[in-house]
T-cell receptor, first 111, second 112 residues
Framework: ETGVTQSPTHLIKTRGQQVTLRCSSQ?????VSWYQQALGQGPQFIFQ???????GRGNFPPRFSGLQFPNYSSELNVNALELDDSALYLC??????????FGQGTRLTVV | GNSVTQMEGPVTLSEEAFLTINCTYT??????LFWYVQYPGEGLQLLLK?????DKGSNKGFEATYRKETTSFHLEKGSVQVSDSAVYFC???????????FGAGTRLTVKP
């Protein structure tokens, strides 16, 4: 399996602030997705990037934005943080059979 | 729309007991189906997958069969171990351009 690395692992932010989360993979996959997992729930799809373009988005407001770079690493940016944004944020790359390989996640706490 | 429903937990079993976690899905077309496992404080690990009807995915003693007629993908293991304690997620995906949809997760605790 391809290793997916996310940073940081934990983060505490204040309501109204902005945050950037990062993701990279060992082998460089051209499709990367981001998910939000609230406590006790399944992951919810935020958006997906393919060759540096967003090509799918879930039910999240525009203050959730992303980037994918030529080396296929990716960022998730969240502006104007709200308390409900507290969650585990997961980055995933897509395998040959459409399976998703996840990183260990970034635990974001908004206070 | 496309969605997954899995049995609510928590599930508590004794070591060596038989495990079944039910999962049913609603989808257009022919999705691929997956089971993921999440250990405390970690991300999701792919446990097994099936990409077409009647396929059986298996890994580490876990099995699940893609049943199109009942739109189900139930997870089974014949003899659970304490180390199997985790949260299990059923998921589907309709293709590369589509997102992955997850169930709410089922927490399994195995006692010695």
């Amino acid at each position: 399996e391809t290793g997916v690395t996310q940073s940081p692992t934990h983060l505490i932010k204040t309501r109204g602030q902005q945050v950037t989360l990062r993701c990279s993979s060992q082998s460089g996959h051209n499709t990367v997705s981001w998910y939000q997992q609230a406590l006790g729930q399944g992951p919810q799809f935020i958006f997906q990037y393919y060759r540096e373009e967003e090509n799918g988005r879930g039910n999240f407001p525009p203050r959730f934005s992303g980037l994918q770079f030529p080396n296929y690493s990716s960022e998730l940016n969240v502006n104007a943080l709200e308390l409900d944004d507290s969650a585990l944020y997961l980055c995933a790359i897509t395998g040959m059979n459409t399976e998703a390989f996840f990183g260990q996640g970034t635990r974001l706490t908004v206070v | 729309g496309n969605s997954v429903t899995q049995m609510e937990g928590p599930v508590t079993l004794s070591e060596e007991a038989f495990l079944t976690i039910n999962c049913t899905y609603t989808a257009t077309g022919y999705p691929s189906l997956f089971w993921y496992v999440q250990y405390p404080g970690e991300g999701l690990q792919l446990l097994l997958k099936a990409t077409k009807a009647d396929d059986k995915g298996s890994n580490k003693g876990f099995e699940a069969t893609y049943r199109k007629e009942t739109t189900s993908f139930h997870l089974e293991k014949g003899s659970v171990q304490v180390s199997d304690s985790a949260v299990y997620f059923c998921a589907l995906r309709r293709g590369y351009g589509n997102d992955m949809r997850f169930g709410a997760g089922t927490r399994l605790t195995v006692k010695p």
